[in-house]
């Protein structure tokens, strides 16, 4: 089973600022299977990048995904007030797994 | 558009069988290339993947859960069918079901709430 690593747990960021999530996987995504997803506080999570690097239809151009191999990052260019949020990435090379999750707060 | 939405009991007694049912519109899942994940969240945990059936039939499961798992789908009612047997207390969580190209989950149910309680 490929195990995702998210790391912090949470990050604290002003509005603004550039967040950068990190997303680890124990072995190799050499075709770069990794989604990112955002949850809000009671909502369905939704689906931001896919590909590693391809924003999902509707997605802010503030949003963007890049990585290789085991190392994957998500990157908000500016965080707006409803980005704050928990972020988790998943992995699609062998079987779905998902990482525990970073949380955005303010 | 394409929309799920997950029907089942809200709390069942520890040792039942759970039966979930994903209801779906916008998508045939006898399209080549489709597919219906199911995944759920205890609460204030992450997401974990359970289970996933694709428009051929294929089925996948999580290998933790493998032995208490089992989808089905209904192409003319336009449903998936998750069972899980032998609940227990630590089962508690938010059961989605999600549309899938069999890579990521897109669009997802609103989920519905599943506590196991004696």
């Known amino acids: 089973e490929i195990v995702l690593t998210q790391s912090p747990g949470t990050l604290s960021f002003s509005p603004g600022e550039r967040a950068t999530l990190s997303c680890r996987a124990s072995q190799s995504l050499a075709g770069g299977y990794i989604a990112w997803y955002q949850q809000k506080p009671g909502q369905t999570p939704r689906l931001l990048i896919y590909g590693a690097s391809h924003r999902a239809t509707g997605i802010p151009d503030r949003f963007s995904g890049s990585g290789s191999g085991t190392d994957f990052t998500l990157t908000i260019r500016r965080l707006e007030p409803e980005d704050f949020a928990v972020y988790y990435c998943q992995q699609y090379g062998d079987s779905w797994t998902f990482g525990q999750g970073t949380k955005v707060e303010i | 558009q394409i929309t799920l939405k997950e029907s089942g009991p809200a709390l069942v007694k520890p040792t039942q069988t759970l039966t979930l049912t994903c209801t779906f519109s916008g998508f045939s899942l006898s399209a080549s290339g489709v597919s219906v994940g199911w995944i759920r969240q205890p609460p204030g945990k992450a997401l974990e993947w359970l289970a996933l059936i694709y428009w051929d039939d294929d089925r996948r499961y999580n290998p933790s859960l493998k032995n208490r798992l089992t989808i089905t789908k209904d192409t003319s009612k336009n449903q998936v069918v998750l069972t899980m047997t032998n609940m227990d207390p630590v089962d508690t969580a938010t059961y989605y079901c999600?549309?899938?190209?069999?890579?990521?989950?897109?669009?997802w149910g609103q989920g519905t709430l599943v506590t196991v309680s004696s």
């Open positions: 999600a549309h899938s190209n069999a890579d990521w989950f897109d669009p």
